[in-house]
């Protein structure tokens, strides 16, 4: 059974850090393409980061470049997105998913499995 499991969201003032964790069980070996992706209430879902667990190749959305940095840790099946620099505009659930595809993309109709997603809210 795939699990995609997301913690570490929470309240934090802007300019604060959180960081993200996903923990995934019972993938197949061609599912090592895993992305983080947001909603925030009134707006569709938007692709933030994306990683291979194969290369280590990286993608992020403008807005939060220079600001958010996805990492892995395959001992522990773990996708971690540390957040640096929030603003109000990074208020939203944030979910991760787990793709197959050749290229690495923030397209979510490439990711097959969810998880439940966490709720990260930036506010003074």
């Known amino acids: 059974q795939v699990q995609l499991v997301e913690s570490g969201g929470g309240l934090v003032q802007p300019g604060g850090s959180l960081r993200l964790s996903c923990a995934v069980s019972g993938l197949t070996a061609d599912y090592d393409n895993i992305g983080w992706f947001r909603q925030a209430p009134g707006k569709e879902r938007e692709g933030v980061s994306c990683?291979?667990?194969?290369?280590?190749?990286?993608y992020y959305t403008n807005s939060v470049k220079g600001r958010f940095t996805i990492s892995r840790d395959n001992a522990k099946n773990t996708v971690y997105l540390q957040m640096n620099a929030l603003k109000p505009e990074d208020t939203a659930v944030y979910y991760c998913?787990?793709?197959?595809?050749?290229?690495?993309?923030?397209?979510?109709?490439?990711?097959?499995?969810w998880g439940q997603g966490t709720q990260v809210f930036v506010s003074a």
């Open positions: 998913a787990a793709g197959d595809g050749y290229y690495l993309t923030l397209d979510q109709y490439e990711y097959a499995y």
């Open positions: 990683i291979s667990t194969a290369d280590d190749g990286t």
